[in-house]
């Protein structure tokens, strides 16, 4: 468990293997957590690193699946 109260951009990008381009999409998107800035430098808190992680997860899993309420069976030996 860490001790951390919020991640720079840089370990939030490690911490979730997310290319520092690809948060500023996001944030673009509106689709990143929100971010603030202490001096010149721009944090994200773990609070809501987490509460951005729990969403995501809740979105993946009330996306339909294509093919129906069948569980994907591969085919072959």
Do not use: H
């Not at 010149?40 to 992680?53: L, T």
């Amino acid at each position: 468990m860490t001790d951390e109260l919020a991640y720079t951009i840089s370990q939030f990008c490690k911490r979730f293997q997310v290319s520092r381009a690809g948060l500023y999409v996001l944030l673009k998107e509106k689709k990143a957590p929100p971010t603030y800035k202490v001096g010149y430098r721009r944090y994200i808190s773990v609070s809501a690193a987490r509460e951005w992680q729990a969403r995501l997860e809740e979105e993946e899993s009330t996306k339909v699946n294509p093919l129906g309420n069948k569980d994907l069976q591969v085919k072959g030996g």
